[in-house]
């Protein structure tokens, strides 16, 4: 099987792709999360538990069942010390809370820092493996940062930011038409 190339085209091909509804289609919703998550850590330096849901069913609603919703302010506090930790403990401090797996850990400090941290999604990692750019489909914390050095790879090659290579990524894996790997 040739190895698939990642270019500027692709990512723009694949990009706009993502907005299909049998695709992605989200758009909206992650663009109105991203600003309230903006305004929120902006004011109150934490989310409040409406916006950290529409997070997490934005990313994966069956995390919803699994967070200790009676003991929120956990993660608050938690998002708060978060703002103030070296780039390299964010991510293992969230994980370390009930129901914030690796997927939700990044999604919300994707949506706290945008231009900084991918989204790990395993369609996105199955493509990057693809493209030779991991070594395995597994992604954990201590990967992590791989799989980050990865798409900011990506956005030094292509021009393009985390969130438009993530969209391209994505839909390249899910459209059934002529996407799959």
Same mark, same amino acid.
Not at 62 to 72: L, N, P, V
Not at 101 to 112: K, M
């Given at each position: 099987?040739?190895?698939?190339?990642?270019?500027?085209?692709?990512?723009?091909?694949?990009?706009?792709?993502?907005?299909?509804?049998?695709?992605?289609?989200?758009?909206?919703? +992650?663009?109105?999360?991203?600003?309230k998550?903006?305004?929120? $850590?902006?004011?109150?330096?934490?989310?409040?538990?409406?916006t950290f849901?529409?997070?997490?069913?934005?990313?994966?609603n069956?995390?919803?069942?699994? $967070?200790?919703?009676?003991?929120?302010?956990?993660?608050?506090s938690?998002?708060?010390?978060?703002l103030?930790?070296?780039?390299?403990?964010?991510?293992?401090?969230?994980?370390?809370?009930?129901g914030?797996?690796?997927?939700?850990?990044?999604?919300?400090?994707?949506?706290?820092?945008?231009?900084?941290?991918?989204?790990?999604?395993?369609?996105?990692?199955?493509?990057?493996?693809g493209?030779?750019?991991?070594?395995?489909?597994?992604i954990s914390?201590?990967? +992590?940062?791989?799989?980050?050095?990865?798409?900011?790879?990506?956005?030094?090659?292509?021009? +393009?930011?985390?969130?438009t290579?993530?969209?391209?990524?994505?839909?390249?894996?899910?459209?059934?038409?002529?996407?799959?790997?």
């Amino acid at each position: 099987m040739k190895k698939l190339k990642i270019t500027k085209e692709f990512i723009q091909y694949w990009s706009s792709r993502y907005d299909k509804i049998y695709i992605g289609g989200d758009e909206a919703d +992650y663009g109105l999360i991203k600003n309230k998550v903006k305004n929120e $850590i902006s004011e109150n330096k934490t989310l409040s538990e409406e916006t950290f849901k529409d997070i997490i069913y934005w990313k994966s609603n069956r995390a919803i069942g699994k $967070i200790d919703w009676d003991d929120f302010q956990l993660y608050q506090s938690a998002i708060r010390y978060v703002l103030e930790l070296p780039d390299e403990l964010k991510l293992s401090l969230l994980c370390g809370l009930d129901g914030i797996g690796l997927p939700v850990g990044s999604t919300i400090l994707h949506f706290i820092y945008p231009e900084k941290y991918p989204i790990v999604d395993f369609r996105v990692t199955e493509v990057l493996y693809g493209a030779g750019f991991l070594s395995s489909q597994t992604i954990s914390k201590k990967t +992590y940062r791989k799989y980050k050095a990865s798409i900011e790879e990506l956005v030094k090659q292509t021009g +393009y930011d985390i969130r438009t290579i993530d969209r391209a990524l994505f839909s390249y894996h899910k459209d059934p038409n002529d996407g799959k790997l």
